[in-house]
């Protein structure tokens, strides 16, 4: 265990970390329109894992952070094909924060599935099944947890997986712009641009982006524009 996943597993609920079993906790499974990333719009199954080890200003998902069913992998596997759907979402809280999660993924893969991982890219993602696409966060100074960027991970991507950043200000958006051009992020994997709710104003960001002619993609969060911040949906 290295330092990073040694923090992460300390600011865990116990019962989360310590579990003998190939279990994982889980808040939620539930089938919804896919609201982010590359598969934005397609009906996509979510599996969300309980636990975080950040805090970010923005959190939508702190009901993920604590409580949660233990779920036996199969069992998970089984429900979320018996939804009936072709694309999977894992994600959390921070799904690879319980490191049975990487057992999970690669029997989603195995299952046939579109599998795609959301992480928020504090954690080492080199253990991830190689058809799994990664969609990892780069957090930004107003999210509060910069520091836990783990900038190792970003040698490790491929045109396979994208990089997320959600904007909270314009201070956020320069430190965003400049990550992509010094570290050419872009010619690695898609990278997403959003704005945080009620902070940025889309049209704002936009705009920032076409003035600089930035090699990112703009995105709304589409479930936030359906069902606002609703658990389940
Ligand atoms: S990493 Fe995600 S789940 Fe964890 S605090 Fe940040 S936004 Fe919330």
């Known amino acids: ?91 959390g809280g921070e799904p690879l924060a319980q ?27 080199s253990g991830v099944d190689p058809r799994v696409s990664r969609v990892v966060d780069l957090k930004t100074p107003d999210s509060g947890e910069m520091a836990r960027n783990r900038l190792e991970n970003l040698p490790l991507l491929t045109r396979r997986d994208q990089i997320k950043f959600v904007l909270c200000s314009r201070e956020d958006y320069e430190w965003a712009r400049g990550m992509v051009l010094e570290h050419a992020l872009n010619e690695r994997s898609m990278v997403l641009f959003s704005p945080s709710k009620g902070q940025v104003t889309p049209r704002q960001l936009a705009d920032w982006i076409v003035e600089d002619r930035l090699p990112v993609r703009f995105q709304m969060q589409l479930h936030k524009i359906l069902w606002d911040d609703e658990p389940g949906r």
């Open 1 to 91: 265990m290295n330092a990073t996943s040694s923090a992460a597993a300390a600011a865990l609920p116990s019962d989360i970390v310590q579990s003998p079993l190939p279990r994982l906790k889980i808040t939620e499974i539930f089938t919804s329109l896919q609201g982010e990333a590359d598969a934005a719009g397609w009906p996509s199954v979510f599996v969300r894992l309980t636990g975080c080890p950040l805090r970010c200003t923005y959190c939508d998902t702190a009901y993920a952070f604590h409580g949660g069913t233990w779920w036996d992998i199969d069992d998970i596997v089984a429900e979320v094909r018996a939804q009936g759907v072709q694309h999977v979402c894992v994600t």
């Open 99 to 125: 490191k049975r999660c990487l057992i999970l993924l690669e029997k989603l893969c195995e299952a046939g599935l579109d599998v795609s991982l959301e992480t928020s890219g504090a954690l080492d993602v």
